[in-house]
Nanobody, 124 residues
Framework: QVQLLESGGGSVQSGGSLRLACTAS????????MAWFRQAPGRQREGVAA????????FYAPSVKGRFTIFQDAASSTLYLQMNTLKPDDTATYYC?????????????????WGQGAQVTVSS
């Protein structure tokens, strides 16, 4: 069984930066793909970024590309999301997710394991 524990988040003004962390445990083959999703009130959950470490492949939503960076620290099994140049539209609850395989990184149905969520609020 995979467990994901998130930390980070908070409140920041527009243009600021925040970093989210997600510490994972459990079989590596069940968390080959790891991703960050977000969900704002009244909106669907959307994929933000993902990484497939075996292929050194990274994926980003167009809305965050160039501003957000997803990366991992294998030694501590921690996934990070560095968020720069934040905008009010980035305000949401951010979730860490993990899955064994998929053909569409941005589909939430492809992920079997989820973190508890971390609130990010960006004020203008």
């Amino acid at each position: 069984q995979v467990q994901l524990l998130e930390s980070g988040g908070g409140s920041v003004q527009s243009g600021g930066s925040l970093r989210l962390a997600c510490t994972a445990s459990g079989p590596l083959n069940l968390r080959a793909y790891m991703a960050w999703f977000r969900q704002a009130p009244g909106r669907q959950r959307e994929g933000v970024a993902a990484v497939y470490s075996r292929a050194n492949a990274y994926f980003y939503a167009p809305s965050v590309k160039g501003r957000f960076t997803i990366f991992q620290d294998a030694a501590s099994s921690t996934l990070y999301l560095q968020m720069n140049t934040l905008k009010p539209d980035d305000t949401a609850t951010y979730y860490c997710a993990a899955g064994p395989s998929m053909n569409d990184w941005a589909r939430s149905e492809n992920y079997h394991y989820w973190g508890q969520g971390a609130q990010v609020t960006v004020s203008s």
